[in-house]
Structures are given as C-alpha cells and as structure tokens.
C-alpha cells in the first residue's frame, strides 16, 4: 500500500510545487505590470502639448498628473455623460485630498457646450502650470496653500468627441448626446424650466450640493466677454436680442469679478466685437441678461441655490479655432485665470458656533439688503466675497436666536470673526445682545473633510401659469441667438 502511493504523493507534491511557481511567475509578472503602469509616469517627461485632447487622452494626461503629483492633485469623477464617459475633477491644492478648515474652495468648469473646445484645453495647461509652479513661483504657492481648486475639464465631453476643430460657429457638438443644451438644463429662478434634466447636469447639481463653493467660472467660446448674473429676467411676453440688464443683489461684487477678468486678460478689456454683427461689450464685461435672456444658465443656478458666485467666461470668437491657436489663448488668458481665483480672498469669512464653541452646521446667512443667502459648513465656516465698505450679517438658525453683526471690509485682506449663536432657550448676557463690530482678523488652522448640503429645495419661483404658447415663441427664439453666441 505505502510502495503503490508513495510516488504518486511524490509526483503530487511535485505537481504543487511547479503551479505555485507557474503561479508566482504569474503574479510577479501581473506586479510587475503594475508597478510598471504606475511608476512609469516619473520616468518619461512631464509635459503637455497645445494640442486638443479627446477623451482618452484628456483622461491619461489627469491620470499621470495625479500620479505623479500626489501632494498636490486629487482626480475623482463626479458621474457620468450619457455615453458613460467619466466628468473628471481635478482638485490642486496643498491639501487635496482633504478640506482646509477656514480656507475657500473654488472651481471651474469648462466644455459645457462641447464644440466651445478652447476652455478645455486652458484648463488642462492650467493644472500643469499650478503642478510645475508650486514651490517656485510665490504667488501660486501661497495660492494652492490658501484655496482648493477644483477643475472639471469637460463637462460634456460627449458633444466634444463629434465636434469638428476649426469651425467658429454652429451647433454640431454644441449638445450632449440626448441632445440637450446644458447650460438651459438647470432650475431657473424666473421661469419654469420644463426641460427634462440630464445626468452631466445631474452630476454638477449634486456636486455643488455638496461642497462650499465660493467662486467659479463657467468656460464658453463664441465671443470675449465676461458675463454676470442674472442670465435671465422675469417673464414677459416676448425677450428680443437687445434687452434691458437683469441685476442681482451682488452687482456690485459681479461687476468687480467680471472686471478682474476682464483686465488680466490680453484683450478682453478693449470691449471689441466679434465681427460687425455682434454688439462690443463695454470693459469687456456684460450682465447676462443685458446681452440675450436665458434660462436655465448654470451660473444662476450656482448663485441662487448655492450661494456660489459664478461668472461666465467668453473666451474665443471662435468657438473650435485650429489647435495652432491655442497657445495664443493660454498668453491670453493665463494671468486672468489665476487672478480671478484668488478673489476668493476678498471680503468676510468665519464660523458660526454656539456658546460652548461647537460650529452650528447649516446657519443661515444674509447679508443685509442682499437677499440671496449661503449656508454654513459642517464646520460651521461661511465665506462672502464683498467690496470694502461696512455691512451687517443676519445669521439665523434652527433652535437659535437670530443674530445680527456689522462688520467693515477692507482692501488688503478678507475680514475674520466668529458669530455665536444661544439657545432660543436661554437669553445672552445684555453686553453680548445687539449688533457687535469687527474689524479683526483671526485665522483658524484646523483642516478636516466638509461636506456642504444645497441651502434649499430649489422649487422654481415661477409658476406653471407662466409658460405657454408665450413662452415657447420666446424660447424658439433665444434658441436661434444661442446657436450662434455662447
């Protein structure tokens, strides 16, 4: 018995022995791959050529950047196009994997119409500018220290892919795959918006629900300007090319963005027109409304239901101009690009918290006579982007007494203080009530995750009465001026 089986356990073991070396030659070969996947990046040269990218190299290009900048970068998609291409988001900063307690994160978003291509292009030379220059250039190293910057390169990269290089102007390209304008698919302050939403408009909606955004710039082409809310107006029974300005409760503060634009820019400033059929555009800037009425802008919808100060970005008289172009509009656009991100900086921001210290999440705040509001963090910060002059925050929240404290904006620094809360319960010592004022600045250095929720239910103001025969003469309309202009 133990003759007859002792070669076969023999040739058994045998057997094992070379699948588990077969099986580690497989696996040392699949780390290897790996390893070699992943690390590669560091030996072949870092660079990017003004060329266009489609999506797959617009995806490698994120992809090795965060690799090999892993101090600085951050890639996570926010969901999916129609065609289940992914909408990258790009986070540089010096803390990008995590929030920084008390410092502004700020975005941009390019592509929305895909054959506005130029803006898509600017945004990836602008990641590799930040990477290359961290360390280097003062300037953009205090920036990446102070702000976390978010990128999404395309939002509708779909309508990118059929888009053709060279053409200045028509629709092809302009929608995403369902054939949808995404800058007409957002809730709307003024009108009903009955247009069916779409999942890249979905996946912006949900992302700005969920984080702090203090200020962003939506990236178009078509024309070179600078265009601020609102974007629309209320109802009426016909909106023509010419209309009149539609001004929001920060006009002042639009205006200001629009100018730092504006005036870093290579030309914008000069106000020049397209050609002899466009209108030029006065400091390079314009209301949006003042120059057609839309709706369903993005950069509304950023403003009324986030608290987000968005401003459009006109940034090509061609929409899909030769790729020879291109770096003429980096030159271009470079120094306004990194200027208007650091606006965040300017005004008021703090923490709401109660009597013991704890931050209050979801505080309301208003600036008094400016009747859009924002909501605090988890963290209980706030954060608004203000012009120099004297103010009165109104701070409400759910369980607390409302509380209401002037404060003074200066030019050189954003102004810091704390706002404490009681329990409607209780009532403050007498010295504690009434309006106090601030002039100091105080930082807070602590750094965790925030998660940051819409402020309110977004129902649309106007009423289902609204829309009608009226309406859809008035939407034919701005359709046939917006196939032609951002």
């Given at each position: 018995?133990?003759?007859?089986?002792?070669?076969?356990?023999?040739?058994?073991?045998?057997?094992?022995?070379?699948?588990?070396?077969?099986?580690?030659?497989h696996?040392?070969?699949?780390?290897?791959?790996?390893y070699?996947?992943?690390?590669?990046?560091?030996?072949?040269?870092?660079?990017?050529?003004?060329?266009?990218?489609?999506y797959?190299?617009?995806?490698?290009?994120?992809?090795?950047?965060?690799?090999?900048?892993?101090n600085?970068?951050?890639?996570?998609?926010?969901g999916k196009?129609?065609?289940?291409?992914?909408?990258?988001?790009m986070?540089?900063?010096?803390?990008?994997?995590?929030?920084?307690?008390?410092?502004?994160?700020?975005?941009?978003?390019?592509?929305?119409h895909?054959?506005e291509?130029?803006?898509?292009?600017?945004?990836?030379?602008?990641?590799?500018?930040?990477?290359t220059?961290y360390?280097?250039?003062?300037?953009i190293?205090?920036?990446?220290?102070?702000?976390?910057?978010?990128?999404?390169?395309s939002?509708?990269?779909?309508?990118?892919?059929?888009?053709?290089?060279?053409?200045?102007?028509?629709?092809?390209?302009?929608?995403?795959?369902?054939?949808?304008?995404?800058?007409?698919?957002?809730?709307?302050?003024?009108?009903?918006?009955?247009?069916?939403?779409q999942?890249e408009?979905?996946?912006?909606k949900?992302w700005?629900s969920?984080?702090?955004?203090?200020?962003?710039?939506?990236?178009?082409?078509?024309?070179?300007v600078a265009?601020?809310?609102f974007d629309?107006?209320?109802?009426?029974?016909?909106?023509?090319?010419?209309?009149?300005?539609?001004?929001?409760?920060?006009?002042?503060?639009?205006?200001?963005?629009?100018l730092?634009?504006?005036?870093?820019?290579?030309?914008?400033?000069?106000g020049?027109?397209?050609s002899?059929?466009?209108?030029?555009?006065?400091?390079?800037i314009?209301?949006?409304?003042?120059?057609?009425?839309?709706t369903?802008?993005?950069?509304?919808?950023?403003y009324?239901?986030?608290?987000?100060?968005?401003?459009?970005l006109e940034?090509?008289?061609?929409?899909?101009?030769?790729?020879?172009?291109?770096?003429?509009?980096?030159?271009?656009?470079?120094v306004?690009?990194?200027?208007?991100?650091?606006?965040a900086?300017?005004g008021?921001?703090?923490?709401?918290?109660?009597?013991?210290?704890?931050p209050?999440?979801?505080?309301?705040?208003?600036v008094?006579?400016?009747?859009?509001?924002?909501?605090?963090?988890?963290?209980?910060?706030?954060?608004?982007?203000?012009?120099?002059?004297?103010y009165?925050?109104?701070?409400y929240?759910n369980?607390?007494?409302?509380?209401?404290?002037?404060?003074?904006?200066?030019?050189?620094?954003?102004?810091?203080?704390?706002?404490?809360?009681?329990?409607?319960?209780?009532h403050?010592?007498?010295?504690?009530?009434?309006s106090?004022?601030?002039?100091?600045?105080?930082?807070?250095?602590n750094?965790?995750?925030?998660?940051?929720?819409?402020p309110?239910?977004?129902?649309?103001t106007?009423?289902?009465?609204?829309?009608g025969?009226?309406?859809?003469?008035?939407?034919?309309?701005n359709?046939?001026?917006?196939?032609?202009?951002?």
């Open positions: 018995m133990h003759r007859m089986y002792g070669p076969i356990f023999f040739v058994s073991i045998l057997g094992a022995f070379r699948e588990i070396a077969a099986a580690s030659q696996i040392n070969k699949d780390l290897t791959n790996h070699n996947a992943r690390f590669h990046v560091y030996e072949e040269p870092y660079n990017i050529d003004f060329t266009y990218h489609n797959e190299q617009m995806s490698r290009f994120l992809r090795t950047t965060s690799l090999r900048f892993q600085l970068t951050a890639l996570y998609s926010i196009s129609v065609k289940g291409r992914d909408l990258w988001v986070v540089v900063s010096s803390s990008p994997y995590e929030h920084m307690i008390g410092k502004p994160d700020v975005k941009y978003v390019a592509n929305i895909g054959n291509a130029v803006g898509r292009e600017l945004m990836l030379h602008l990641i590799y500018f930040f990477v220059n360390g280097s250039d003062p300037y190293t205090w920036l990446l220290d102070n702000t976390r910057i978010h990128i999404l390169p939002m509708n990269p779909d309508g990118f892919e059929v888009s053709k290089e060279g053409y200045c102007e028509g629709g092809q390209g302009r929608y995403n795959a369902r054939g949808f304008d995404l800058n007409r698919n957002f809730p709307d302050y003024f009108k009903q918006n009955n247009k069916k939403s999942p408009t979905e996946a912006v949900e700005v969920k984080i702090q955004f203090v200020l962003s710039g939506s990236l178009h082409g078509g024309a070179l265009s601020y809310p629309n107006t209320p109802n009426s029974l016909f909106q023509s090319y010419t209309s009149a300005p539609s001004i929001s409760p920060d006009d002042d503060v639009f205006q200001h963005l629009s730092v634009y504006s005036r870093n820019h290579g030309s914008m400033y000069q020049l027109p397209c002899p059929s466009q209108p030029g555009f006065k400091n390079g314009t209301n949006g409304a003042q120059w057609y009425p839309l369903g802008g993005m950069q509304d919808f950023n009324v239901w986030n608290g987000c100060m968005e401003i459009t940034l090509s008289c061609c929409k899909y101009p030769p790729a020879s172009d291109l770096q003429f509009y980096w030159e271009e656009n470079r306004a690009l990194i200027k208007f991100l650091a606006e900086h300017r008021v921001r703090g923490f709401v918290i109660d009597e013991n210290g704890n209050i999440e979801r505080a309301s705040i208003k008094k006579s400016r009747d859009v509001s924002f909501l605090t963090t988890k963290y209980g910060e706030f954060w608004r982007i203000l012009l120099p002059g004297i009165k925050l109104e701070v929240a369980g607390y007494l409302p509380r209401e404290v002037e404060f003074r904006v200066v030019e050189q620094h954003p102004t810091s203080f704390n706002v404490t809360l009681y329990r409607a319960s209780r403050p010592i007498e010295d504690e009530t009434g106090n004022f601030y002039n100091g600045n105080r930082d807070h250095t750094r965790d995750h925030v998660i940051h929720f819409r309110h239910s977004g129902t649309n106007a009423s289902e009465a609204n829309s025969i009226f309406s859809s003469l008035s939407n034919g309309f359709s046939f001026v917006n196939n032609w202009f951002g």
